[in-house]
């Protein structure tokens, strides 16, 4: 009997904790009850304290005395709105509100008194009661407030399970100061702050919030030891790209979490800034600055005109999608042969605030009738193309399919476009078109020939090309299909190991939004027959983005997440180049953006090549194929590859 009591007895024990953390919000009604408690016990204590000196009020005004002094506190409560406040949340402006409040109480009840002295020729208030009551009112009223919110910003840190981790914000301006309010509020809490650091000497043996401020003389590993940090949160806004970088390297080292906020605005509040803060992506720690594109051309090129897109429906052709529509196109045809993620990219831009005309077709580059019907009925102005097979090793066991994609796709669009007179055609290629080593990029490379000597025959023959025929040209991009970062994500999520083909591996990135923004800028700066590239910083060991990616999520590098070398893939080189050995480079208006000068080919000829590949790619014979590839690609040299063979018969 008495073991059920027990239990009885933490069942209820546990109910009441658990309401407790689940209690809302009290309603104002009730708190302005609570603040006209204290002021009525303030005021006792005030009359008390007069009393004991030996000065008091005649007893018949009594009643007329508390009944004027609520009134008069009720109104000022009421003009200044000191209960529309959450207690739990008070802050300065709290603090402003109830001073405010209780002075003009105290200055109505000395006017009342000095009236009521005037008519009735005696005070209804001592005045120094009146300046005492004040200051006590204020004081207890703020305080309260004060220790609400400390026992529910204790209360739930500790309640909520979990160990709290013990964080150093870097920084000490209004950013860090923003976030660390932030951060002290959220519920449930994560972080338990133990200091800001500051990279310069100004703010030495300061405090912000109650703790104190570090100078960052010694390095961020020792600071974060000695105080037993284990996660830092980058809140500096000062800092460059290098110094950030160097900061994060620094942490992921030794094995400490790094967190970024971005800029605080002054009208966020601290839910929002809490949510902001996150863990580093890997996409921050590229080693270069961001692109800053000439929006004002690329809105011309753009604007109320009607925008083709093929391979949208992909990860490049679904972001080129999303920027074209912020610079008010008429229409935006998404053209792409994968069903649902077509469909997928539909609804998604239906929800977006935009006049434009969306208009989802479901087609393949490959069929030349389809796309003529497609060009007939919307007559595009612009065609961004996209549509492309890009993973070598299927193209590599594929040859002809990425001849009918990459090859025969791009020229039934191309011709098109020159028939129809589209102002402007922009072609997404790759740096695996550079010197390729690979099917795939053999078959982008004869693809960006092909456009240049259609445009440059046009030039010949007429004098000007009515169509704008430009290529781009870069290099990975974080966060595509297939590409390496969501692999290595998926592999660290699962436990490891990561697979890497080779230790020596180097790879130039850029994020899926730069890409993008090249290809628009590309379509307007361009005048016709060049190749974009762009300079893309410095190229970025894979093994070393290996375990910047196993630091981040909170591991260690082959002790808790396995790297295995696995060897090339076929076609696979250890280097990326962006320019061909013979190529030269010619600068543009931006700086980050050069034109690549190849030598163009004569069409005709071409013509007939690319005509007898598409030929021989119908017999699905991969080393016809292949060996017919190499033959228009002459810089073609397979690697890691059965084709490697032919190289010699080329």
Known sequence: MERKNNNAYKFNDYRFWTSLHNLGYLPRWIILLLDLVVVSFTGIFSYVLIHRTGVSVKPDLYVIS????????????????????IIRHSSYIDAVKIFFAQFTTAFLLLAFNSLYETIKGDLLYLNVGILINAVFSFSCLFLYRVLVKQVFENYFNSSNGKKLVR???????????????????????????????????????????????????????????????????????????????????ECLEFNYKVYTVPLISDWEDQKEISRKIKNFQIQDLLERKPIVLDNNSISSQIKNKTILIT?????????????????????????????TPLHQLSLEVARLDSQANIISVISDVRNKDAMLEVFRKYKPQVVYH????????????????????????????????????????????????????????????????????LHNKMIVETG???????????????????????????????????????????????????????????????????IYIFDMGKPVK???????????????PDKDIEIKIIGLRPGEKLYEELLNDTSKTLPTHHEKIMVAQEVFDDFVCLEHQVDDLIVIACGYSSEEVVYKMKQIVPEFISMNSDFATLDKKA
């Open 167 to 249: 964080a150093i914000i870097y920084g000490s301006d209004a950013n860090a100061i923003a976030v660390a309010n932030a951060l002290k509020s959220e519920i449930p809490g994560r972080f338990k702050l133990v200091g800001f650091i500051d990279k310069s000497s100004y703010n030495k043996s300061k405090m912000i919030l109650g703790l104190p401020i570090l100078q960052h003389k010694k390095r961020i590993s020792v600071v974060m030891r000695v105080f037993n940090a284990e996660a830092l949160v980058i809140a500096d806004k000062s800092l460059l790209k290098e110094e950030k970088l160097a900061i994060v390297d």
């Open 542 to 556: 894979i093994i070393d983005l290996a375990k910047k990616m196993i630091r981040l999520a909170g591991f260690i």
């Open 311 to 339: 391979g949208a429906a992909g990860s490049i052709g679904s972001e080129i999608v999303r920027q074209v529509i912020q610079f008010s196109p008429k229409n935006v045809i998404m053209l792409d042969q994968a069903e």
């Open 66 to 85: 508390i009944v004027f002094y609520l009134l008069i506190t009720l109104l000022s409560f009421r003009a200044f709105r000191t209960y529309a406040g």
């Open 386 to 453: 996209a549509a492309a097979y890009k993973h070598v090793p299927l193209m590599e066991e594929n040859p002809s399919q990425a001849i009918f994609v990459n090859v025969l796709g791009t020229k039934n669009i191309a011709d098109l476009a020159c028939e129809f007179g589209v102002d402007s055609f922009v072609m997404v290629s790759t740096d695996k078109a550079v010197n390729p080593s690979n099917v795939m990029g053999a078959s982008k490379r004869i693809a960006e020939k092909y456009v240049q000597a």
């Open 464 to 530: 000007k090309c009515k169509t704008k025929f430009i290529t781009t040209r870069f290099g990975n991009v974080l966060g595509s299909n297939g590409s390496v970062v969501p692999l290595f994500t998926k592999q660290i999520e699962a436990g490891g190991p990561i697979t890497l083909t080779h230790p020596d591996i180097i790879r130039y990135f850029m994020t899926i939004p730069e890409a993008c923004q090249l290809v628009l800028e590309a379509g307007a700066m361009g005048n016709g027959g060049e």
